[in-house]
């Protein structure tokens, strides 16, 4: 039975993680990220964490001004509250301030590994128990040189991921040749995806998506401007490749225009993008709802973010696409929690233990 606790403290650090190579998507290349660790403790002592990885670029959050968010205007709103209540928790953090995902979303990681330490259960038995016992992953190559592309593809291709994504938008010809020797190599062993990031225009994507719907394309993701709704729809419309929806969705408003224009037919949910598990489990219904499958995507988190949307994947039905999981704990020099999880087999499995699961060990 559930002994009454309250939020007695809550603590954030930025930690900055040097990246083995430079990140670039259409958006942006980086070096490094900061990294936002939240830690929640009760009364009683039992202490839940929660990770984001925010990039300003994509997501209009900054992890110096997330910890700011979280000590001034999130902290004070939650000092005494039940961590169980997260209806309400949500309600006083939107009430504090409008927007800010990744910063609620630090705060609800860490409230489901609080519960379930209290409960002395792992998450996704929170979040309805497990409808799959693993996820299967995609690898998502990041935009560089084709020889060094498709060097870091086979390396994930071996290990048994059936899924790459290429990062895609700055440079068509690359792109398409890229993707045409992808295929050539692997033949129909291997599900191609392609992320543009908002790097086209609708007139571009047209000419640019029409060539490379010919090599057999698992999904299309983000081509145009997050805005431009009526774009995401014609494209849908016109292609005969799946349109997923990433940057156009960081709410569940956000997911109900989307669905209601029929804009997309994947939605990509990005735990630390939509505002936590909370939310995101609101989001996948109403795809749900709509017959519109999901999968969930990655902002480089490392351990305990990567912990929270595995759980998020294996409890909730409709994630029906293999997902980004598990790109930031390899892309960076080190992780936040001992053990890391495998790849091996191309999918990911949750740790069984209470909360997360994980063994957050913070340098």
Known sequence: MYAKDKIKNIKTDVIKVPLKKTWKISLYSAGVRYHIVVQIETENGI??????????????????????????????????SDPFDMELIHSQMDKAIQGNG???????????????????????????????????????????????????????IKIGIKTIKIKIGTDPKRDIALIEELRNRYGNTINIRVDANQGYRVDEA??????????????????????????MQYLANSLKTPIMADESVFSLEDAYKVIKMRAADIINIKIGKVGGIYPAKKIAAIAQAANIPITIG??????????????????????????????????????????????????????????????????
């Open 206 to 231: 047209v000419r640019v998506l029409d060539k490379m719907e010919s090599f057999d394309l698992d999904a299309i993701e983000q081509p145009v401007a997050a805005w431009d709704l009526e774009g």
């Open 47 to 80: 202490k839940g964490y929660g990770e984001v990885s925010p990039s300003p670029a994509f997501m209009g959050e900054e992890a110096r001004i997330i910890k700011n968010v979280i000590d001034q205007f999130l902290t004070p709103q939650l000092i005494g």
């Open 298 to 363: 990655s902002n480089l988190e490392l351990g305990i973010g990567s912990a929270a949307s595995i759980h998020f994947g294996i409890s909730t039905k409709n994630v029906l696409y293999p997902c980004d999981l598990m790109i930031g704990p390899d892309l960076h020099e080190f992780d936040f929690i001992d053990p890391s999880f495998s790849m091996e087999g191309g999918i990911v499995q949750p740790f069984d233990a209470p909360g997360l699961g994980v063994k957050v060990n913070i340098k």
């Open 102 to 156: 990744a910063a609620k979303a630090a705060i609800d990681i860490a409230l489901y590994d609080l519960q379930g330490k209290i409960l002395d259960i792992p998450v996704y038995m929170l979040l309805g128990g497990k409808y799959r016992s693993e996820i299967p992953l995609t690898w998502v190559v990041s935009i560089q040189d084709i020889n060094s592309a498709l060097e870091e593809a086979e390396r994930f």
